[in-house]
Every structure is written in structure tokens, then in C-alpha cells.
């Protein structure tokens, strides 16, 4: 009898000792992702022709980094990418871009017991060519658009500068900056904050976070502007002249955090 119980404890023993060890490798693997795609030191390239003026970004789970460019001869997208990925159990990770249309696909396959990867890409746009991204996981930086631009990550940071043409910017989760002189911007955030910095007199800015401070700086001059604040929780503090009958249009919104509109420094 004392052998049988000897012997079941053994075997449980090891049960436990394998499963503890497998959830320890689970939570190790989940964790502490150490690939970073700027540690590619021979990054890929590739051009892609672009069929209109128009463009369409379409990521699921990458660092991005958009130009507006000098239009080559072609007028091609041309596109560099940096990546780093591991897989210790399961399939070997997997990098793919595609142009469908004026639809640029860029994926990346990273699933495992232990799996870790990390991808960046640079996307050139040739002048004059309108430009929408979708990105599901990732920061978004992106500068020099005369024509209209759209930014939307369920995930990530978005980051616009020197940039004229009207922005729509979006974070489901992150912080949302421009430092522009775009005529019309609307900026929202679910969770993050927004920053505002604008070069030009605005025809309209909108903006609004989810949890987090608005920030809008305004150009010095003689302009008056029709401002709406709220705040769920936080301060207000307006400093730029004001008229309810301007043109110029400007909404600062927050669930929770201070509102700020003043002038550029």
C-alpha cells in the first residue's frame, strides 16, 4: 500500500513539475520578445507600381514609416523593410508585401509556443498621391504630404510633421502628435494623448482623446477662433482670441484630462 502511494505521488510529481515548467516557458515566451527589427542590418527593398493617385497602406502588425517623396520616372511606391523573427515551436515565421490595386498588403506570420518577432517598414509615395493606412498593430510616423492623409492604428503612436494637405489621424491606443500646417485636421485617440502644434491658420481642427490630455497650439497673428472645449475630468485653459462667429473652428475634447489651446510658442 505504501508503495502504490509512493509511486502515484511520483507520477503526479512529474505532472506537476512538467506542467509548472510548460506554463513558465509560456509565460517567459509572452513576456520578454527581444527581436527588434532594427537590429536588420541587410534590410529588403522592393518598388511597386502604383496604377492612380491614391494609396491604400494595409498592415497587420508593423512598425510604419511613410515619406512623401520626389516622384521618380515610374512613379513606383518604393518600399524597405527590416524584420527579426523566431519561432521555437510552430512554423517559421513569414514576411509578405503585395500590391493589389492601389492596395499595398504587408503581413507578417508569427505564431508559436515561442514566438517572437519585429518589423519595420519605410514606404516612399511619390508627390500628389492621396494616402491611407491601415495598420493593425503598430506605430505610424509620417511626414511631407501636401495631399490628404489618413492614419488609423488599432494599436500604436501616430506621428505627422511637415505636412500641408488635411489629416485624419486615429490611435485606438496610443498618443496622437502632429506638428503641421494642415488647413483641416481631425485627431482622435481612444486611450493616449493628443498634441497639436500647427503652423497655419486652420479651417477646422478636431480633436479628442478617450483618456487623456489636448493639447492644440495656434499660429500668433490676428485670427480669432471659435473654440469648444469639455472634459469628463481635468482643467481647461484657452488663451488664443476667441469670436463665436470665426471661421476658423476649433473642438478639444477629453473623457479624462486637462485641455489646453494657446498659442504657438
Known amino acids: 500500500m505504501t508503495r502504490t502511494r509512493t509511486?502515484?505521488?511520483?507520477?503526479?510529481?512529474?505532472?506537476?513539475?512538467?506542467?509548472?515548467?510548460?506554463?513558465?516557458?509560456?509565460?517567459?515566451?509572452?513576456?520578454?520578445?527581444?527581436?527588434?527589427a532594427g537590429d536588420d542590418k541587410h534590410p529588403d527593398h522592393r518598388a511597386f507600381?502604383?496604377?492612380?493617385?491614391?494609396?491604400?497602406?494595409?498592415s497587420d502588425d508593423s512598425a510604419?514609416?511613410?515619406?512623401?517623396?520626389?516622384?521618380?520616372?515610374?512613379?513606383?511606391?518604393?518600399?524597405t523593410r527590416?524584420?527579426?523573427?523566431?519561432?521555437?515551436?510552430?512554423?517559421?515565421?513569414?514576411?509578405?508585401w503585395a500590391m493589389d490595386g492601389d492596395r499595398?498588403?504587408?503581413?507578417m506570420k508569427c505564431s508559436g509556443v515561442i514566438a517572437d518577432c519585429s518589423v519595420k517598414h519605410r514606404i516612399e509615395v511619390p508627390r500628389g498621391v492621396a494616402v491611407k493606412v491601415e495598420d493593425g498593430d503598430g506605430s505610424v510616423r509620417a511626414r511631407g504630404f501636401t495631399d490628404a492623409l489618413s492614419v488609423r492604428t488599432h494599436d500604436g503612436s501616430v506621428h505627422v510633421t511637415d505636412s500641408t494637405g488635411p489629416l485624419t489621424l486615429h490611435s485606438g491606443d496610443g498618443s496622437v502628435h502632429a506638428e503641421v500646417s494642415s488647413r483641416q485636421v481631425h485627431a482622435t485617440t481612444g486611450d493616449g494623448s493628443v498634441h497639436?502644434?500647427?503652423?497655419?491658420?486652420?479651417?477646422?481642427?478636431?480633436s479628442r482623446s478617450g483618456d487623456g490630455s489636448v493639447t492644440i497650439a495656434l499660429p500668433k497673428g490676428a485670427a480669432k477662433y471659435r473654440v469648444t472645449t469639455k472634459t469628463g475630468d481635468g482643467g481647461v485653459d484657452v488663451s488664443v482670441p476667441r469670436d463665436s462667429s470665426s471661421s476658423h473652428v476649433v473642438t478639444a475634447h477629453t473623457g479624462d484630462g486637462k485641455v489646453t489651446v494657446r498659442n504657438a510658442n
Open 49 to 58: 507600381a502604383l496604377p492612380g493617385r491614391t494609396l491604400t497602406i494595409d
Open 64 to 79: 510604419l514609416e511613410i515619406v512623401a517623396a520626389d516622384s521618380n520616372p515610374a512613379g513606383k511606391i518604393e518600399v
Open 7 to 36: 509511486r502515484g505521488r511520483t507520477r503526479a510529481t512529474r505532472a506537476l513539475t512538467a506542467t509548472t515548467a510548460l506554463a513558465l516557458l509560456l509565460l517567459g515566451a509572452t513576456a520578454c520578445g527581444t527581436a527588434s
Open 82 to 96: 527590416w524584420w527579426q523573427g523566431s519561432v521555437a515551436i510552430g512554423s517559421d515565421p513569414k514576411v509578405t
Open 104 to 107: 499595398l498588403k504587408l503581413r
Open 196 to 206: 497639436l502644434e500647427l503652423g497655419a491658420v486652420p479651417d477646422l481642427v478636431e
